[in-house]
């Protein structure tokens, strides 16, 4: 079945476009004009991928994230204009998955939302998703999308999981951006690394609010290292 796509954005011409550009991919759209239509939707079917727009008036795109992580995990694309690097951030410190800046290209938004959306669900089964990964007190299901901290269950982005899996994969090594990046998203997309440091960030807040204070370390000048996860 195709995926199903909630597009937020109070400018209707960006709105077609996003819409013609994630059905010709194959996907299916739907596209409202503000924040409180877009949990209205929501409520009533929860899509597979929201693009949500950061700035449109009355309730922002931030807080629709907001209220929508206290009730879902659908994973959200941010939208954000070029001077609104701190809302951006914020957005993935939010619960978001990825953002596309304004303004952009169709295809590298078709490629964002296809790598989030592989990544929620993966389309196929992947040899690496057969192995469960633990370090410390810190486990990962791939296969069920699940992740803990000494029982304790993480609500993980798809890419937060994604980035997470690959340090576990590598527990020993030192990975640097470009790795870090690799493991989550697909090639040819550049993601800028305030993007990587603000999933870093994410992950480090949900793991110490489950009581592991030494999740990822940063090695400077070089990338980061698994911790000891509590071990």
Known sequence: MPHQILVADDDPHIR????????????KTQAVADGA????????????LVVLDIGMPEMDGLEVCRRLRQRSDVPVLFLSARDEEIDRILGLEMGGDDYVTKPFSPRELVARVNVILRRARPVAPDPVDDKNFAHGKLSLVPASHGASFDGKALALTAIEFSILKGFLARPAHVLGRDLVVASAYAANIHVADRTVDSHIRNIRAKLAAAGCLDAIETVHGVGFRLGRCGA
């Open 16 to 27: 077609e476009i996003i819409c013609f550009a994630l059905e010709r991919a194959g996907m």
């Open 37 to 48: 239509a877009a949990l209205q939707a929501i409520e009533r079917r929860v899509p597979d």
